[in-house]
């Protein structure tokens, strides 16, 4: 297929642990193609993966085309490396280097949580708001922040990494703290990701059951199941205060597995009071508007460069 030579086309890949995803936008944002494949556990089948989505994509339309990755972790500014990603095979691997290498151009390479969050905060669920905090709750815990329709990465490229602050944990507490990937104890991921949700669960009631499978039984009305939701919230709430407290956004928006938990929606803001320095909480926390698409959007829209 031939596209015409003035129509400006922007690929963005949204780079997971389990899934790659890629996605074709015009000029105006509208979708014209998506592929996905499975993410090879190892550093150069990720590479191959990544340039054979671009390749593919070029090669059918007949256009060079920008391209914006988003990834786990994020590039260390004195190495130009992944760091602090949970796909651990990409830590300390020169990634956007090696891939431009391969295409013959300039990448736009993002933290995978600050392209859901400039999604979101252009024309998603938290647009109408100046400051925006866009959080992913999947197999990890990763949070992007936007001012103003801008991703703020921060001095040292960590801004949104709220996953890997400590959890407020009381003796008392019935949830105890896990060691992280990152070589700490009791991170937030540990305690609100998918993997830690199960881990919680099956300390509590010894049984082995995914975070899909507690909500299903929730819904279907497990008393067990429920309960351990509610407590769940409180620890969301928790480490969401510690969010608020810092740079007070108008709008929280979750994403990742664990934002189609329908009890958060309603129920959050109550808890949230018990824990954020303020006599009152107006911050949304809201469901994505773009679901599992918002990511792989983001990305495309780095190489439409004026959110940069």
């Not at 859901?116 to 647009?127: C, M, P, V």
């Not at 009381?170 to 830690?196: A, I, M, Q």
């Not at 824990?275 to 190489?303: I, M, P, Q």
Request: aromatic residues 8%; charged residues 25%; positive net charge.
């Amino acid at each position: 297929m031939v596209v015409e030579p003035h129509i400006k086309m922007h690929i963005g890949i949204d780079l997971g642990g389990t899934k790659t995803e890629c996605i074709i936008l015009d000029e105006s944002g509208k979708e014209i193609e998506r592929l996905r494949k499975e993410t090879p556990k190892n550093y150069n089948g990720t590479i191959n993966t990544l340039c054979g989505l671009v390749n593919e994509l070029e090669d059918k339309y007949q256009k060079k085309c920008t391209v914006g990755i988003g990834t786990p972790g994020a590039l260390s500014k004195e190495t130009n490396c992944i760091k602090g990603g949970n796909s651990t095979w990409l830590n300390g691997r020169p990634l956007k280097k090696d891939i431009e290498l391969r295409l013959h151009r300039k990448i736009f390479f993002e933290n995978d949580a600050n392209c859901f969050a400039l999604s979101e905060a252009y024309d998603g669920a938290g647009s109408k708001h100046e400051i925006v905090f866009g959080v992913i709750i999947g197999t990890g815990v990763g949070g992007g922040l936007v001012i103003n329709k801008k991703i703020i990465n921060g001095f040292n490229n960590i801004a949104g990494e709220w996953g890997h602050n400590q959890m407020p944990v009381g003796s008392n507490d019935k949830w105890k703290r896990h060691d992280c990937y990152c070589g700490k104890k009791g991170c937030v991921e540990t305690f609100l990701s998918g993997p830690g949700f199960s881990k919680h669960y099956f300390d509590i009631h010894k049984m082995k059951l995914d975070a899909k499978t507690i909500q299903e039984n929730a819904n279907n009305g497990d008393e067990k199941a429920l309960e351990f939701i509610f407590q769940y919230l409180d620890y969301l709430a928790r480490g969401l205060a510690q969010v608020i407290n810092i740079i007070d956004p108008g709008a929280i928006v979750l994403g990742g597995g664990v934002s189609n938990m329908k009890q958060i929606y309603g129920n959050i803001n109550p808890k949230l009071k018990k824990y954020v320095f303020s006599d009152t909480v107006n911050t949304e926390v809201v469901k994505n508007k773009f679901g599992d698409s918002s990511g792989v959007r983001g990305a495309a829209d780095l190489g439409r460069g004026s959110f940069l």
